[in-house]
């Protein structure tokens, strides 16, 4: 019986029995403990549309066949990263039982219970199918804490509608990690509310550069392109992500890419320049100044963004600021002298080390690209690792935890396989699921009291050349799908083989759901 459950990832332990549950006109979906009829209700809109049955919500009633439960045994109290114990267990018999020790646990739970179900369950009209699963228990928790994907809605704008698909789809992966790329040089894209000019200004570029950034000579489309987040937009995302028990983790990046905040605050900036946001790739000269009124400023956009996203991390990127304009400045190196700094490294460190303090003063955590460790790290914030995995090994050894998100393996803008000739531009390099499944978060050169600060991994997408969501899915699955086994199986319980043959049945579950994922493998 076992050989019909294909979930993805694969849970920890699956014990298939004889027999089928039917979910039939009449069951109801009952549930108890904290936050479970939140999940409840999630469950019940998901299986809604496809078998068009009512599934009334209620707690405590007379349990029934037919009927699906839902248990949270308590509220556990998140842990300093902000994470709670995801464990869970689903009982497939006359009815379905789902438990887990949090709300979280069940949102799991909840996942895998609809992988259970015929792929025409993802429908969004009602089918005629037979709502049968096999009867079967499955055991189940993840092995690391943040399992993400990064969208960058700078470089290509989505909107509220494409980014709450894109969270259901990760949800769907047993994700929980969602890291929004709100800005860049190419544009602002969160309305911020005491600096009103940065998305009137910042969030709309005078055109596009056509085909590849290193095509010469260099085409521009002039056509303005922009778009932008209301914070009422936000509360939305927020909302539909933490309904699934996904938290969205916002970026500003500073003190480089940020030519299109420059553009709209020129007083931000080093240079009397006027400039617009970018309308090509690649990196910036344009880095913020180190003005107390600069670090302010950042302060303040921080001060929003953290009234808006309610997770433990504030991800303020770090990433590729060029130093030459510091190095041209001399206010800039006045600065440095003033501070009693040797270097423009130690200038940026000093930055994020700014707001690294404004940051843990209200409680929440500060996480960057692996560029913030260069010039010394305060204790308590985390780092990414992007340039392969040494930044995350390093810091990590200096006990910081660590997500690993490098370019090697899971840099989703990646090709995913040699491109065809009809295949639009990409930025380059190879990366297939078969590379990607194949990837381990914890570097062997972690020692075994270093290797718990490695919380997770995260798949990037980098949207330079990802315009459309056509073009998100495809270059986001069937890759995620292996990444999300990754981060979930314990390691030696990975098997390709068995992925592949429980992919070719998640595949129709994509396309039900519309996604068109990329054929190989
Ligand atoms: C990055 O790819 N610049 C983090």
């Known amino acids: ?166 969270i259901e789809l990760l949800a769907m992966h047993r994700y929980n990690i969602c890291h929004l790329h709100l800005t860049d040089d190419q544009g602002w894209r969160i309305e911020i509310r005491k600096y009103p000019r940065l998305t009137e200004i910042g969030s709309t570029r005078a055109g596009t550069i056509i085909g590849h950034h290193r095509a010469r000579p260099r085409q521009i489309d002039h056509q303005p392109y922009g778009g932008y987040f209301t914070q009422d937009d936000i509360r939305t995302m927020v909302d539909f992500a933490s309904r699934r028990h996904v938290t969205l983790v916002p970026e500003i ?26 309308c090509h790739w690649g990196i910036s000269q344009h880095v913020l100044n180190v003005e107390p009124g600069t670090v302010r400023f950042m302060q303040d956009v921080l001060d929003e963004v953290m009234t808006l996203f309610p997770g433990r991390f504030i991800h303020v990127g770090g990433d590729e600021a060029p130093k030459h304009q510091w190095s041209e400045s001399d206010r800039a190196q006045q600065r440095m002298a003033e501070l009693g700094l040797k270097s423009e490294d130690e200038l940026q460190s000093w930055f994020i080390t700014q707001m690294d303090e404004h940051v843990q003063s209200r409680g929440r955590r500060l996480i960057g690209w692996d560029e913030i460790l260069e010039g010394g790290l305060a204790p308590g914030a985390a780092v990414m690792s992007w340039r392969g995995e040494k930044g995350g090994i390093a810091a990590a050894q200096q006990g910081h935890d660590v997500v690993m998100a490098p ?93 592949l043959e429980r992919l070719g049945e998640h595949r129709q579950r994509l396309a039900v759901l519309g996604v068109r994922a990329h054929p190989r493998p």
């Open 1 to 166: 019986m076992t050989e019909r459950i294909s979930i993805v990832p694969r849970p920890a332990r699956v014990e298939g029995r004889n027999g089928w549950f039917e979910l039939k006109p009449s069951s109801r979906v009952l549930c108890a403990g904290p936050g479970a009829e939140a999940v409840a209700e999630l469950l019940a809109a998901y299986l809604r549309p496809a078998t068009g049955y009512e599934l009334p919500v209620s707690q405590g009633e007379q349990r029934q066949p037919g009927d699906v439960v839902l248990v949270a045994q308590g509220e556990p109290a998140p842990d300093d990263a902000g994470f709670v114990p995801e464990a869970y267990a689903c009982d497939v018999g006359e009815m379905v039982t789902l438990e887990a020790e949090s709300a979280a646990g069940l949102a799991r739970a909840v996942q895998a219970l609809r992988q259970l179900f015929p792929a025409e369950v993802y429908a969004s009209e009602v089918q005629r199918v037979e709502w049968r699963i096999p009867c079967a228990r499955i055991e189940d928790s993840p092995r690391f804490r943040w399992r993400g994907l990064h969208l960058d809605v700078a470089r290509h704008f989505f909107s509220v509608e494409q980014v709450c698909r894109f």
């Open 253 to 278: 990046d500073m003190p480089g890419h940020m030519q299109a905040a420059i553009a709209a605050y020129p007083e931000l900036g080093n240079t009397d320049q006027t400039i617009e946001p970018r």
């Open 407 to 499: 370019g090697h393996h899971v840099y989703f803008d990646h090709h995913q396989a040699e491109p065809t000739a009809e295949e639009p531009a990409g930025i380059g390099g190879l990366s297939t699921t078969e590379h990607v499944y194949a990837y381990e978060p914890v570097p062997a050169e972690l020692a075994d009291g270093q290797a718990h600060h490695v919380l997770g991994a995260q798949g990037q997408l980098w949207t330079e050349y990802i315009p459309t969501v056509r073009q998100l899915d495809y270059m986001t699955y069937p890759r995620a799908c292996a990444l999300a086994e990754v981060l979930w199986r314990q390691p030696g319980e990975k098997r390709y083989a068995d992925f």
